[in-house]
């Protein structure tokens, strides 16, 4: 592929792409300030605190700064989940839709599964992986093309990460003979699933969450 500009133009050759806009060191964006910031990422991420243990310690906190006629940084613990959503980094809005089983059942003994209903959520898989692609993080971790390796002495060709597979290869090489794709990259995509049970403040629910990778490093895939 071509480095390109986010519009999608082409830079000219050996031209650098344009590095991505600074933040100010105090933008906790959508967080008002750090101390907000940190407390949902100790309640949320670290501690994974229920919502009504959330609400009581925020009770609590709310008492002891009553008398400086202050408040703590979230109300209650909706009012830090709606804080979490509202952030612009990786903002790809959930979506959901019900799915149920509409065939042939048993005359006796119907399997549970056949007479469920079953929440899908999910986010736009396109914004999802542009989100990675876009992330510099990610930079320096990913291989923008197919590529061969072969053993120095043996001349034995070898394999690593996805894009030095033969069929990336080969895509790569149907993509070229269109004209309108010329210096396109090739983004295959990996979808991976495996159930997880949430069990704080959910009553031990089991998700099959779907992941998806595209031309990361296996090693940055699967940590």
């Known amino acids: 592929g071509r480095p390109c500009d986010e519009n999608g133009t082409f830079l000219p050759p050996g031209a650098p792409p344009s590095p991505p806009v600074a933040r100010p060191a105090d933008d906790w964006t959508p967080f008002r300030n750090r101390m907000e910031f940190e407390t949902a990422e100790f309640l949320y991420t670290r501690e994974q605190m229920s919502g009504p243990q959330i609400d009581t310690l925020l009770d609590l906190w709310a008492a002891t700064l009553a008398k400086y006629n ?6 209650d613990h909706r009012d830090l ?4 959503d509202s952030s612009p980094l990786g903002d790809v809005p959930w979506q959901s839709f019900a799915v ?11 399997p549970p599964w056949m007479n469920g209903s079953y929440e899908v959520w999910f986010r736009d898989p396109h914004e999802v992986v542009r989100n990675m692609l876009a992330n510099p993080l990610y930079a320096d971790e990913m291989d923008y093309q197919p590529y061969r390796e072969y053993a120095s002495a043996t001349d034995e060709h070898q394999w690593k990460d996805f ?3 033969d069929w ?4 790569a090489d149907e ?3 269109d004209p309108g794709t010329v210096g396109a990259t090739f983004v295959p995509v990996i979808l991976g699933s495996d159930k997880t049970t949430v069990s704080v403040g ?3 629910n089991a998700y099959y969450p779907l992941t998806s990778t595209s031309l990361l490093y296996n090693l940055i895939r699967m940590s």
């Not at 202050?70 to 109300?75: I, Q, R």
């Not at 989940?81 to 979490?84: H, S, W």
């Not at 990336?168 to 895509?171: G, V």
């Open 175 to 177: 993509i070229s003979k």
């Open 70 to 75: 202050d408040h703590p940084p979230f109300a």
């Open 202 to 204: 959910t009553g031990n």
């Open 163 to 165: 894009m030095s597979a």
């Open 100 to 110: 149920k089983y509409c065939g042939e059942k048993p005359d006796t003994d119907v």
């Open 168 to 171: 990336a290869w080969d895509q």
């Open 81 to 84: 989940y709606r804080t979490i």
